[in-house]
């Protein structure tokens, strides 16, 4: 059983620098993927960013590409999302998500793919 429990979130201006950590209690072998989710009021959740546990590969949705960094601590279990840059339109829940996934296949980025999910953090940009 996989358990994500989030940190990070809260409030910034434009322009500013938010870090949201996830912690991860379970099986993280090489096919373990975790990625990053948001929900805006009245749309549907987003794709964010998705890391492999194994290899360290990462994808992008094109809106954070250049801005927002998804990383790794192995000794911590933990994913970090590092958002920089940050604009009116990133406000929205982000949600840490986690599955496994064969290696051979790219980064999924449908949320009805990963099965294991965090509880949300809010994160505000103010303009």
């Known amino acids: 059983q996989v358990q994500l429990v989030e940190s990070g979130g809260g409030l910034a201006q434009a322009g500013g620098s938010l870090r949201l950590s996830c912690s991860t209690s379970?099986?993280?072998?090489?096919?373990?993927?975790m990625g990053w989710f948001r929900q805006a009021p009245g749309k549907d959740r987003e794709f964010v960013a998705a890391?492999?546990?194994?290899?360290?590969?990462?994808r992008y949705t094109d809106s954070t590409r250049g801005r927002f960094t998804i990383s790794r601590d192995n000794t911590k279990n933990t994913v970090y999302l590092q958002m920089n840059k940050l604009k009116p339109e990133d406000t929205a829940v982000y949600y840490c998500?986690?599955?496994?996934?064969?290696?051979?296949?790219?980064?999924?980025?449908?949320?009805?793919?990963?099965?294991?999910w965090g509880q949300g953090t809010q994160v505000t940009v103010s303009s």
């Open positions: 890391l492999r546990w194994g290899d360290g590969g990462t």
């Open positions: 998500a986690a599955d496994f996934q064969g290696p051979n296949r790219a980064l999924t980025i449908f949320a009805q793919e990963y099965h294991y």
């Open positions: 379970g099986r993280t072998d090489g096919n373990f993927i």
